[in-house]
């Protein structure tokens, strides 16, 4: 049974910093698509970063390019989600997720459609 476990979300104040982490059990995690995604009330699920495990490719929404950063750590099979310069309109439920095979289909939209298998979610709260 694939598990995907967030943590790291928090209230901070605009221009803050958070570490997401996503730690995966239970899955075969080299060679995968792995990203970060979230959504605000009312809105729509979107995606924010994906990272391909078995290599070094990373996508980012235009929306946190330059803030962001997505990473690994394969010994630990976590993935983490640097967020900095925080703004409120990034204050969302951050979910992880994981997709079979690798990140080309979804580099360039980051839709969540493409994901199988989805974490609880961290709540992050940037306020003004």
């Known amino acids: 049974q694939v598990q995907l476990v967030e943590s790291g979300g928090g209230s901070v104040q605009a221009g803050g910093s958070l570490r997401l982490s996503c730690a995966a059990s239970g899955y075969i995690y080299s060679r995968n698509c792995m990203g970060w995604f979230r959504q605000a009330p009312g809105k729509e699920r979107e995606g924010v970063a994906v990272?391909?495990?078995?290599?070094?490719?990373?996508y980012y929404a235009d929306s946190v390019k330059g803030r962001f950063t997505i990473s690994q750590d394969n010994a630990k099979n976590t993935v983490y989600l640097q967020m900095n310069s925080l703004k409120p309109e990034d204050t969302a439920m951050y979910y992880c997720?994981?997709?079979?095979?690798?990140?080309?289909?979804?580099?360039?939209?980051?839709?969540?459609?493409?994901?199988?298998?989805w974490g609880q979610g961290t709540q992050v709260t940037v306020s003004s």
């Open positions: 990272i391909y495990t078995g290599g070094t490719s990373t």
């Open positions: 997720a994981a997709r079979r095979f690798g990140c080309a289909l979804v580099a360039a939209t980051i839709d969540p459609g493409f994901f199988e298998n």
